[in-house]
C-alpha cells in the first residue's frame, strides 16, 4: 500500500471507530470495499484481530506499510482505551505529511518538464540537425567562424564520448546511493547536504519540522516521552538530525527536560527550543511542538515557491542561451556567404 493509500485507510477506520462498532468489524468493512493486496492485507488483519490478537501486534510484522510510529501510536490508543481519537490524531498527521508530499511534487514538476524537453531539444539538433549541416559547411572549403567550429566539435564528438559521460554518472549516481546506505557514509552525505549554500537550511527546516511533528502527534497520543524520542530519531529524514536527535533522547533520559536537551544540539533552531519551553510550562508539549511544525512547514513552502519562481525563468535563460548558440553558429556562415556574394558583385 502507498503512503496515500495508508492515509486514506486510517481516515475510514477512525470515522468507524468513532462510530462505536467493533474493531474487527470495522476492518471487515474496510475490506469488502478494497481490492486486491488491500483487500488481502486487511482480510488477514480482520481474521487476526477476530482471533483477539491486539491491532498493534498484527500490524508490527507488517513494516513495509506501517511504520514504526503508526503502529506505536495504535499501541498507544489501545493501552489507554481512546482507539479512536488516537487514529484521528494519526490520520491527520499522514494527511498533513501526504499533502506537503504532493505539494513538493506539484512545485518541481514544471522546471522538471521545463528541463527534460529543452535538454530533448539540444540533444536533437546536436546529435542530429548540425551532423547533417556540418556536410554542407565541409562543401564550403572555406573558415568557419569560431562558435561554428565548437559546435562542429561537440557535435563529431557526442556519439563517442556521451555514452561514458552518461556512464559516469550513473555509477556516481549508484556510488552516492551505495554509500548513503552505510551509516557513515549515510552520514557524511546528509552532512553535506545540511551545508549546501541556501537549500542546506531548507533540509534542516523541513526535517526538524518532521520531528517536531512526529514528536508531537507521538506524545499527543499517549506515547511515553522517551519511546516518542526513539521513535522520532528513527524516523527522521536526516541521518545527522536524527543523532542529534538520539542524543536529546539520552540527555532526557538522564533527567534533562527537553527544551534544555535540545538547546545542547545545534541541529535545533531557537524557536524550536523556546516553544518547547513554553510548552513543558504550560503542560501543552504535544501542541507547541505541532505549532511549531505547522509554522516551520508554511516557511518551507513560502521558501519553495521563492525558489521555484527563480529556477523557472533561469532555466529558460540557459536553455535559451545555449538554442541562441547553436542557431548562430549554424547561421554564421550562411551570413559570411551572403556576405562574400555581395563583395563580388
Not at 525558489?307 to 542561451?321: F, N, Q
Request: net charge positive; glycine share 6%; charged share 15%.
Amino acid at each position: 500500500m502507498s503512503r496515500g493509500q495508508v492515509a486514506v485507510l486510517t481516515r475510514q477506520l477512525a470515522d468507524l471507530v468513532a462510530s462505536g462498532m467493533p474493531l474487527h468489524r470495522c476492518l471487515a468493512i474496510l475490506r469488502e470495499q478494497s481490492q486486491g493486496r488491500q483487500q488481502r492485507l486487511l482480510q488477514a488483519v480482520s481474521e487476526e484481530v477476530q482471533r483477539g490478537a491486539p491491532l498493534s501486534e498484527v500490524l508490527r510484522p507488517l513494516s513495509r506499510t506501517f511504520s514504526t510510529l503508526y503502529v506505536e501510536m495504535i499501541r498507544a490508543g489501545e493501552s489507554s482505551g481512546h482507539l479512536d481519537a488516537v487514529l484521528m490524531r494519526l490520520a491527520e498527521y499522514l494527511e498533513t505529511r501526504e499533502a506537503r508530499r504532493t505539494q513538493l511534487i506539484s512545485a518541481l514538476a514544471y522546471p522538471a518538464v521545463i528541463v527534460m524537453v529543452a535538454v530533448g531539444a539540444v540533444v536533437f539538433m546536436v546529435t542530429f540537425l548540425v551532423p547533417r549541416l556540418s556536410v554542407v559547411f565541409a562543401d564550403l572549403k572555406q573558415a568557419l567562424p569560431a562558435p561554428t567550429r565548437v559546435l562542429l566539435a561537440i557535435a563529431n564528438n557526442a556519439p563517442h564520448v556521451g555514452p561514458w559521460i552518461a556512464v559516469a554518472l550513473a555509477l556516481l549516481y549508484f556510488g552516492v546511493r551505495k554509500a548513503a546506505s552505510t551509516q557513515a557514509g549515510g552520514e557524511l552525505v546528509d552532512g553535506a547536504l545540511l551545508r549546501l549554500p541556501f537549500l542546506g537550511r531548507l533540509v534542516t527546516n523541513a526535517t526538524v519540522a518532521r520531528f517536531a511533528r512526529t514528536l508531537g502527534t507521538l506524545l499527543a497520543g499517549g506515547v511515553p516521552m522517551l519511546s516518542a524520542l526513539d521513535i522520532a530519531a528513527a524516523t527522521s529524514a536526516n541521518r545527522v538530525v536524527g543523532a542529534q536527535a538520539e542524543s536529546v533522547q539520552q540527555r532526557a533520559r538522564e533527567g534533562e527536560s527537553l527544551s534544555h536537551a535540545m538547546a545542547q544540539c545545534s541541529a535545533f533552531p531557537p524557536a524550536l527550543i523556546h516553544m518547547a519551553a513554553v510548552g513543558e510550562e504550560t503542560g501543552n508539549l504535544s501542541g507547541m511542538l505541532t505549532r511549531y511544525a505547522d509554522a516551520a512547514d508554511f516557511q518551507f513552502d513560502q521558501a519553495m515557491r521563492r525558489l521555484t519562481s527563480l529556477v523557472e525563468p533561469a532555466i529558460i535563460l540557459v536553455m535559451g542561451g545555449i538554442v541562441a548558440f547553436i542557431v548562430l553558429s549554424v547561421l554564421l556562415p550562411v551570413f559570411e556567404i551572403y556576405s562574400a556574394v555581395d563583395l563580388s558583385k
